[in-house]
């Protein structure tokens, strides 16, 4: 919530940043007074933020500081609720961007677009929406004095134009710590070495802006009907995502009472394994489909579990995702053992893989949280890990088994295939921090735990009971996390689980707790739908009270 509410503060606080007195210039307030932010920002830029509603922005501010957990983060810097946090914070601004009345007395119409552009240059500007100059004027000439300490103001008159550039300076010969331009009703701000930026940037043609750009319209178009709160592209051929499996980007983030929703439409590369170009770690869209011939597995998870997850894609297509996952060390290990794991394990596998975490029913909580370096430290003592997937050649499994115990040495573990009395065979693994994760085909379908009494629970279970956290979505990968079920076991566990002195700990663990029990889950899906990647990611609340204090 804290990282929402940085997100949501960010044009707040980039006023803040770049504040400074802005006039009149090219591109008269009332004349663009329906015109949006798009139209000043370049669809050539590295990327932009965009804030459909200046309004609106505010009232989600004020509904985040409705929530215990701000309330809470607020105490932890010295302020006795929410509401006084976020006086705080939008004093440090020097504009309450939470009330109308205070953004039209600066000068700012708050019922229009805001925005950021990222430019290649590597110097962004601000565009905020004008609807009184004067006001505006006064306002950033005051906080351009009291925060950046100015004390000169040059206008400069750009040949060629009507626009007019105001710097602002601490005293002649300085270069301007900030400076702005007036375009199409919006004041176009920068600081640094990027005022000097600004005059091309208001010279924008509309064939040269964003309003231009099909595939963001397009994509814009397809964003929930209700409205989104904050918008974050990133176009095709942008630097920012020369390393990322995907070509463009499109999120959507949006803030109710009950839930945090972010939505991402992404344009998928090329898979690496079918291009030229290697570098390009892209994606096959198969393995982001759902695939037919699954079977579901989700009745075999345990009930106490609090995080489960499902992929329903073909696992044969994830061998992208497996290389990076493994590291160069692992897959050079594997390469010389000659098991290829695309070849001899995922494509051997069926759709519908299912895992589910649990607390452990007495992790070492007087040790804090866990070193994430599994050489020295075992997560299973946290928390217990049960899953399962189903082979479509059930003969295949035990070989494939084998051939992985053979090669677990190398990494510093021991995998040993024992027979239980009922005639099952496990294949458990152990290393120096304690028990790897155990494996045990059963007909076609293959179980995989730890510790051992996970997996003999998975072995022992008809499959029957449905999922234990919901919800989950129908995408090709889908997770779900029960905050409230994990905060119900920690405040469940015995006091031998706390260590000596554990009364300390468990009381300090309990007011965290408590300060963010309006969490109540988080539930992720990735898939791809007409030829686009889409993940959502949504964190359910349970709704903020007012905070009037």
């Given amino acids: 919530m804290k990282r929402a509410l940085l997100l949501l503060s960010l044009v707040a606080l980039s006023f803040s940043f770049s504040c400074s007195k802005c006039g009149g210039g090219g591109g008269g307030v009332k004349a663009a007074s329906s015109v949006g932010v798009e139209r000043v920002i370049p669809k050539g830029a590295v990327g932009a933020v965009i804030v459909p509603s200046l309004d609106n922005l505010g009232a989600k501010l004020t509904l985040i500081q409705g929530f215990k957990v701000t309330s809470f983060i607020g105490q932890l810097q010295g302020f006795e609720s929410g ?5 705080a914070l939008v004093g440090q601004l020097g504009l309450d961007v939470r009330s109308h009345e205070a953004l039209e007395a600066a000068g700012v119409d708050g019922s229009r677009s805001a925005g950021v552009a990222m430019l290649i240059s590597g110097y962004p500007y601000l565009a905020l929406p004008v609807k009184d100059e004067a006001k505006f004027a006064a306002a950033l000439e005051k906080l351009a004095k009291q925060r950046l300490g100015t004390t000169l103001s040059k206008d400069v008159k750009v040949e060629g134009s009507t626009f007019t550039l105001k710097t602002f300076l601490v005293k002649e010969g300085d270069e301007p710590r900030v400076g702005y331009v007036i375009s199409n009703g919006f004041a176009l701000i920068a600081n640094g070495g990027g005022v000097a930026k600004l005059t091309a940037a208001a010279s924008l043609t509309e064939n040269d802006s964003l309003v231009a750009d099909k595939e ?15 918008i974050v592209y990133l176009p095709n051929g942008t630097p920012a ?58 009745g075999y998870l345990p009930r106490d579990a609090f995080v489960v997850a499902r992929y329903q894609g073909d696992p044969s297509k994830l061998g992208a995702v497996t290389r990076v996952a493994m590291g160069p060390y692992l897959r050079k290990a594997f390469e010389e053992a000659g098991f290829d794991v695309e070849s001899q394990a995922l494509a051997k596998m069926l759709p519908g893989v299912v895992l589910a975490l649990s607390l452990s029913e007495r992790p070492p909580m007087d040790k804090g949280m866990p070193d994430l370096d599994l050489r020295q430290t075992n997560p299973f003592s946290y928390a217990h890990l049960s899953g399962a997937a189903a082979a479509k050649d059930k003969e295949a499994v035990l070989p494939a088994l084998e051939k992985v115990a053979f090669l677990a040495p190398k990494f510093g573990a021991t995998m040993e295939l024992r027979t239980r009395a009922d005639g099952q065979k ?11 994760v155990h494996f045990a085909p059963k007909e076609d379908l293959l179980f995989f735990a730890s510790p051992v009494q996970r997996l003999d629970a998975l072995v022992k279970s008809d499959g029957k009971g449905g999922s234990p956290v919901t919800p989950l979505g129908d995408e090709a990968l889908s997770v779900a996390i029960d905050l409230s079920r994990l905060s119900a076991s920690v405040r469940a566990l015995p006091e031998s689980a706390w260590g000596l002195g554990g009364f300390a700990i468990k009381a300090t663990t309990v007011r965290w707790l408590d300060a963010t029990d309006d969490l109540k889950g988080i539930s992720l899906s990735l898939g791809a739908k007409e030829q686009r990647v889409q993940a959502k990611v949504q964190l359910t609340l349970g709704g903020a009270k007012t905070d009037t204090k």
């Fill in 83 to 87: 509401k006084q946090f976020g006086d």
């Fill in 216 to 230: 963001f319209t397009s994509e814009k178009e397809k964003l929930p009907k209700g409205g989104s709160d904050l």
């Fill in 241 to 298: 995502l020369v390393h990322a499996p995907v070509g463009m980007a499109v999120a959507s983030v949006t803030l109710t009472p009950s839930e945090l929703t972010v939505l991402v439409n992404a344009t998928a590369k090329p898979n690496a394994t079918n291009s030229a170009d290697k570098s390009a770690g892209g994606i096959d869209l198969a393995a982001l489909t759902p695939q037919p011939g699954g079977k579901d597995l989700l």
């Fill in 426 to 436: 496990a294949m458990i693994t152990t290393y120096s921090a304690g028990e790897g």
